[in-house]
């Protein structure tokens, strides 16, 4: 066999975000705690460059022996999870100084994990995509253990590290099967192998409800979802900020690559599945959410059943579910950020103020940001004309297109009880009387985006048509 | 010149925002400074457009802005500037400006009307100035229309501001009915008309004026199918429902009821909407769709007797009334009934020809009754007056030439223009025209007694007001005084200025479309024609004579005898209770429209509502709040159950796929 060097030029923006995370961790190294600014303001210009650098070679191309994939999805992805982090970063950064870990190393973690998250949407390869998932998922471990000291983030990086692992085990495990009976590990070459007709095959029907259950862990759907409220409540703010929103979009990538770009033919099978997966998470997450007390915990429960709606338009098995799903969780990460950026506005020193009850008379202290929340909240809960509600649109529509009425009917009842408890918060907010003075923390910048961010669910419409059209090329791409 | 088009609406429209967001820092000065500024403008450009027109036949058809698209439909708000909308134009932006001017007179001690200290009481002089001038903006919208959709705009527009001003007192128990009757009467007419445009829409598939008055005629001959084996000629269908939008609008029978209500707004806008331009609407509309209506001779006598009806019948109603401004109210709506004969007489220059001359003097009627209110200190009761011409010369004056333009005595502007009709229905020869002829020309006797009795019994006879109103009665200030001299000159002159040109000329060019069969004017004007001689042969007619004898009689009854009129009253008993009752229209209506869908509503609500679905939901919502509380309680904290749930996860996946 001959060993040919392969082309670099595809995988060059990891190529520079792995030096660039380097950069980072050194410089922080020898330039010591005066200058955490500087790896700030570092890893947002990496970052900002990475995206440049994408934007500049977007090609559709295969390298590393059909190992690494670029493509429009790909680069779109990318591109969402670099930006998704460097609103994390702003929306953190004076939360982070109050709690002495605006350190070095949240932002070199935070770059291996989005440099994880990239080889997972590139990965054409069951091996690559794991070496990803492990990346990203080692990353977050250690950045929720950042605050040592904190009893509930230990407790939630435990759990989240003992969980990921079987997990892991799981996914691997699924994958092995799958090497079984197809004789290889690239998607592309698995896809070829497996005809329509050899999906009876059992052990490829028990490999693929392995790696199903796997990426329902990731994505944290019933009933793989036990971890998803402890992490999201101990972790610190700044942390779930990041948990909650560009790890989704890997999430994604991964699902697309495997069920989409290696298991197609099996799509009879998974879409069963992810059917029972997407329903129980969207009934499950919306009742639950309901008792919460905890914001934080609140988001993670509403994540959930996200979660299931966005499994909606991946199981319609066509094309145009797929682009509604791809546009659905790029929102919905979007309305994550700005919902977390809240509760970060709201902390200070001394307390995390992520209690629902913490928003009570917001509107009486601080109507711009009692407006912010709200039409964070009404865009979650999908009502229109906000962008949430052209999202589940979208989703809902790929469904009924794929004559599934019931998945779909289900799901709308079920977003209506969403409704609820986000509506609830903007009632605490415009009819009720403050317990305490609310206070704003944060910075400039930080305010800006935030606001910029709710508004930009709503003003944000003349241009829906645009990035729905997006999704949809990219995925007509695909597959 | 399209800014020029554009500026006239959006001047008022701009007064009326600043007006009415900033009215209470811009104060009263600024609030009515700047409104007639918009509106003033808005008249000299109008006039500017119209010499445009007139002068140079400059004619303008064009979108000027796209609202929407939509289903491969181009909703765009454009203009069309011909003789016919330049007419309306400078009728309504001049009585608009008229009635701003006289406003600041009429509302000066507004606050007396409301509680005290009440926020609405405190900007009500500015709200109002906004109202009339967003009024001025919709009508103009309405009358510059090119298509359908900003018509309806329009016309609904006008409608809102007309409930808005009806119901300006909303303190008033009185005032809340009578807006909400002006509503939904409106609502049943606009019902029609939504109908006429979405036939339109459907098999012209366009819904400017141009295209579809292109297309119509191809279309003559096109029968549709509604209920039953019956079959419809397709435009006198769109006829029928566009009129019954100008039936609701314009107040015909049976669609009048809200107009005599509506007089409890203020008076400034009895003379600006519910006289001079808003209840116009319907007429403008149907001389508009000219080319539509002359091929419906079916559409024509349903106009021409509805018209009928109203004039006839709504005159005999102006003279049993004793408010001053029900009067003159039950009055316009004969007018209005004269002006839908005209247009079913396809005489459509005639009936826009009353309707500018109607405008004129019918502003300038109630304005001098707004003018006489004021005196009275808020009495509206003809009965509690008498001999004020000693104490308001000029509203008396001017009263009086109102009140001739109205009755039809030459040479005052309202008798060319009802003469012209008069005249056309004589020459028609369509189904109806014959009674059509009768009830104008008896009208023409009701009209001019009633207007004197209203003259009589308010400036004649001896004073019956209380010591108190009578030590105080005075002449209005200037603001309102000047705008009725203002309006008596055109209330003169209108009629022989312009009848040659309007009725005999090419006034209106292609703006006005009329079958040569249906045209009663083409004949006379071949011979030659003047003012003089139109004057000359018409005084000796019998609509002026019986006009004359309706005056006398007037004033046999209410001057030289006034115990006549008790005398008759009582003799016609059995009649007076008819008129008296509006014969019963209000009472039916309320009983069963009102009342029926009343009691609809509550059944529905108390039963279907409140026990079906509101039971319903409230169950469903505690369900599921006792579910959550329930199901929270999974999730224990305990890592090894989070692994267990996960692993009872995989194992019941993998038996699904096992075994099912």
Redesign the interface.
């Known amino acids: 066999m001959e060993f040919q060097i392969p082309d670099f030029a595809p995988a060059y923006p990891e190529i520079f975000l792995l030096c660039m995370a380097g950069a980072v961790l050194l410089l922080d190294l020898f330039l010591g705690k005066r200058f955490r600014n500087l790896a700030y303001g570092l890893s947002i210009a990496s970052l900002l460059a990475t995206i440049a650098m994408i934007i500049g070679s977007s090609q559709q191309a295969t390298t590393f022996n059909g190992m690494f994939l670029r493509d429009l999805m790909g680069d779109i992805l990318k591109i969402a999870v670099m930006l998704f982090t460097i609103m994390v970063f702003i929306y953190s950064r004076i939360y982070q100084q109050d709690r002495h870990i605006f350190k070095g190393e949240y932002f070199v973690l935070a770059l291996t994990a989005v440099l994880g998250m990239m080889v997972m949407i590139s990965a054409g390869n069951m091996l690559l995509l794991y070496l990803g998932l492990e990346l990203l998922s080692l990353s977050l471990y250690s950045l929720i253990a950042m605050r040592r000291d904190s009893l509930h983030a230990t407790e939630a990086a435990m759990k989240y590290f003992i969980l990921g692992a079987l997990a892991s085990g799981i996914l691997l495990y699924g994958m092995s099967m799958i090497y079984v009976t197809t004789g290889t590990l690239d998607l592309a070459q698995i896809h070829a192998a497996i005809r329509t007709g050899d999906s009876a095959n059992l052990v490829l029907s028990l490999g693929l409800v392995f790696v199903v259950v796997a990426i329902g862990f990731k994505l944290g759907a019933v009933p793989f979802h036990m971890w998803v409220p402890d992490v999201y409540q101990g972790s610190p703010t700044s942390v779930t900020l990041f948990l909650g929103s560009a790890p989704k979009l890997a999430a994604f990538a991964m699902l697309m690559r495997l069920l989409v770009g290696g298991l197609e033919n099996m799509s009879g099978q998974w879409q069963q599945m992810l059917i029972i997966l997407a329903l129980f998470s969207i009934g499950f997450g919306n009742i639950v959410a309901i008792a919460q007390t905890n914001m934080k915990r609140m988001l993670a429960y509403s994540a959930i059943s996200h979660v299931g709606f966005f499994l909606l338009g991946v199981l319609s098995a066509t094309p145009d579910g797929y682009a509604a799903s791809m546009f659905y969780i790029l929102v919905y990460g979007f309305m994550t950020l700005g919902s977390f950026g809240m509760i970060l506005l709201l902390s200070n020193k001394d307390s995390e103020s992520d209690m629902i009850a913490n928003f009570k008379g917001m509107f009486s202290a601080h109507p711009l940001y009692a407006l912010v929340m709200t039409l964070l909240m009404v865009s979650m809960a999908g009502i229109p004309p906000l962008i949430g509600f052209n999202a589940k649109l979208a989703v809902i529509n790929a469904l009924v297109e794929s004559r599934l009425y019931w998945v779909a009917v289900v799901a709308v009842l079920f977003s209506v009880v969403g409704a609820f408890y986000y509506l609830r918060i903007v009632k605490f907010m415009y009819f009720d009387q403050p317990g305490e003075a609310i206070r704003l923390n944060g910075g400039m910048e930080m305010h800006t985006l935030l606001t910029i961010n709710a508004l930009a669910l709503i003003l944000g419409l003349p241009w829906i048509g645009w990035l729905i059209r997006i999704c949809n090329s990219a995925l007509a791409q695909l597959s | 010149m399209q800014a020029v088009y554009l500026a006239i609406p959006l001047l008022c429209l701009a007064a009326a925002a600043i007006a009415g967001l900033a009215g209470g820092r811009i104060g009263r000065a600024g609030a009515h400074g700047v409104t007639i500024f918009g509106v003033g403008a808005a008249f000299l450009l109008s006039f500017y457009v119209a010499l445009d027109v007139f002068r140079n036949g400059h004619l303008f058809n064009g979108p000027v802005y796209s609202w929407l698209s939509s289903g491969g439909y181009n909703f765009q708000v454009g203009f069309l500037i011909d003789q016919l909308t330049a007419t309306m134009m400078v009728v309504v932006t001049f009585v608009s400006l008229m009635v701003h001017i006289y406003t600041i007179g009429y509302m000066a001690d507004d606050e007396h009307n409301w509680p005290k200290d009440s926020l609405a009481g405190k900007n009500s002089y500015q709200r109002f100035f906004s109202y009339i001038s967003l009024f001025t903006f919709s009508m103009l919208m309405l009358v510059m229309s090119n298509n359908f959709i900003q018509l309806f705009f329009g016309w609904e527009a006008v409608g809102l501001v007309s409930y808005l001003l009806i119901g300006f007192w909303f303190n008033r128990e009185s005032a809340i009915f009578a807006n909400m009757k002006a509503f939904l009467v409106n609502r049943v007419g606009d019902f029609g008309f939504l109908l006429g445009i979405a036939a339109i829409f459907a098999w012209f598939g366009t819904l400017d004026y141009d295209a579809v008055f292109g297309i119509a005629p191809s279309l003559a001959s096109q029968q549709i199918h509604i209920a039953g084996s019956t079959h419809w000629s397709l435009i006198t269908f769109i006829c029928i429902a566009l009129f019954v939008g100008a039936m609701g609008k314009s107040a015909q029978v049976p669609l009048h009821v809200w107009l005599p209500d509506s007089m409890e707004g203020p008076t400034p806008i009895s003379a600006l909407i519910h006289a001079a331009t808003m209840v116009t609407a319907g007429i403008f509309m149907v001389a508009r769709m000219s080319p539509l209506y002359e091929m419906s001779e079916t559409a024509l006598s349903l106009i021409i007797i509805i018209g009928a009806i109203t004039a006839l019948f709504m005159g005999l109603l102006g003279i049993i009334q004793y408010d001053i401004k029900r009067v003159i109210a039950y009055s316009t709506l004969s007018q209005l009934g004269y002006m839908t004969v005209g247009l079913g007489a396809s005489a459509y220059n005639a009936s826009i020809f009353h309707l500018g001359t109607h405008a004129f003097f019918k502003a300038l009627l109630f304005l001098g009754a707004g003018s006489v209110i004021i005196a009275m200190h808020h009495a509206q009761d003809m009965r509690r007056m008498g001999g004020l011409r000693r104490f308001m010369p000029i509203t008396y004056f001017t009263m009086i030439i109102g009140s001739l333009a109205l009755s039809g005595i030459p040479p005052f502007a309202g008798f060319f223009s009802k003469d012209a009709i008069i005249e056309a229905v004589h020459h028609s020869h369509i189904t109806g025209s014959g009674f059509a002829y009768f009830s104008v020309v008896i009208g023409a006797f009701i009209t001019a007694f009633y207007s004197f009795r209203l003259i009589f019994m308010t400036f004649h006879g001896k004073p019956r007001m209380d010591e108190h109103t009578r030590k105080h009665l005075k002449e209005s200030p200037a603001v309102v005084i000047v705008p009725l001299l203002l309006l008596a000159i055109p209330s003169v002159m209108a009629g022989w200025q312009f009848i040659e040109p309007m009725l005999y000329g090419d006034f209106f060019g292609d703006a006005i479309r009329i079958l040569p069969r249906h045209n009663a004017f083409a004949e006379a004007g071949e011979h030659g024609f003047s003012a003089w001689h139109f004057m000359k042969h018409g005084a000796f007619q019998p609509p002026v004579l019986l006009a004359l004898i309706g005056m006398v009689s007037a004033y046999i009854f209410y001057v030289a005898r006034p115990d006549l009129a008790g005398e008759w009253r009582a003799k016609l008993a059995p009649a007076v209770r008819v008129l008296e009752n509006n014969y019963y229209f209000d009472k039916v209506y309320q009983a069963v429209f009102a009342g029926g869908a009343l009691r609809l509503g509550s059944c529905l609500w108390k039963s279907a509502d409140v026990k079906m679905i509101d039971g319903f939901i409230n169950g469903l919502?505690r369900a599921?709040?006792w579910?959550?509380?329930k199901?929270?309680l999974v999730?224990s904290?305990y890592?090894y159950?989070?692994?267990f749930?996960?692993i009872?996860?995989?194992f019941?996946?993998?038996s699904?796929?096992?075994y099912l």
Do not use: E, N, P
Request: hydrophobic share 65%.
């Open positions: 919502a599921v709040g579910v959550s509380g199901v929270r999730q904290g890592l159950h989070y692994a749930v996960m009872i996860g995989l019941l996946m993998i699904w796929f096992l």
